[in-house]
């Protein structure tokens, strides 16, 4: 099955500042790759995917790159503001959703 | 939480005893999905549903069963349940197989 590696574990920033966290995956048939950011005692929160027939999606300070080649995808996150910090999620899944595997998770502080 | 809701929210119980979470819609999604989260592992699938009557394992399915009589609830089980089982459990649905999850708030699961 499909194993997803995520890093850092942790990123501290100072607002403003950006952020960017790392997946990799190891399945080539994987071709949907969704990201989500969890508070604290919530559940996950989708907030941005993207697709294997795009290399790039952007939504407002939230940007997502994808390397089907090397198979990696990163989330980055542009003027970073305290109420960016959360845990954040990378998944990687096949043509069927019912094999979506996730990274461990990054802990991001955003610091005043 | 894109109309869902699981329950109990909290629940503490003892090793041996059978336990019982529930999800419930009200989007009218086709599928759902049962996920564990622990420390350093991210979001682990354990059981899906494609339709009422129609589940079958995901990658940590053992000592758990579910059930699904209605498309707008999804029961996982703890037949007997183990310290291991202390976790943090999430119900998800999506429209469709290859569509987006949306995670509902969790139930948080004690066992001593």
């Known amino acids: 099955g499909e194993n997803v590696e995520q890093h850092p574990s942790t990123l501290s920033v100072q607002e403003g500042d950006s952020a960017v966290i790392k997946c990799t995956y190891s399945?080539?048939?994987?071709?949907?790759f969704p990201w989500y950011k969890q508070e604290l005692g919530k559940g996950p929160q989708l907030i941005i995917d993207?697709?294997?027939?795009?290399g790039e999606k952007k939504d407002q300070r939230i940007a997502v790159t994808l390397n089907k080649t090397a198979k990696h995808f990163s989330l980055h996150i542009t003027e970073t503001q305290p109420e960016d910090s959360a845990v954040y999620f990378c998944?990687?899944?096949?043509?069927?959703?019912?094999?979506?595997?996730f990274g461990a998770g990054t802990r991001l502080t955003v610091k005043p | 939480d894109a109309g869902i809701t699981q329950s109990p929210r909290h629940k503490v119980t003892e090793t041996g005893t059978p336990v019982t979470l529930r999800c419930h819609q009200t989007e009218n999604h086709r599928y759902m999905y049962w996920y564990r989260q622990d420390p350093g592992h991210g979001l682990r699938l354990i059981h899906y549903s494609y339709g009422v009557k129609d589940t079958d394992k995901g990658e940590v399915s053992d000592g758990y069963s579910v059930s699904r009589s209605k498309t707008e609830d999804f029961l996982l089980t703890l037949e007997s349940a183990t310290s291991s089982q202390t976790s943090v459990y999430f119900c998800?649905?999506?429209?469709?197989?290859?569509?987006?999850?949306?995670f509902g708030p969790g139930t948080r699961l004690l066992v001593l």
């Open positions: 399945d080539s048939a994987s071709n949907y």
């Open positions: 993207i697709r294997s027939n795009v």
């Open positions: 998800a649905i999506s429209a469709g197989g290859s569509e987006t999850q949306y």
């Open positions: 998944a990687a899944s096949p043509h069927n959703n019912n094999d979506m595997r």
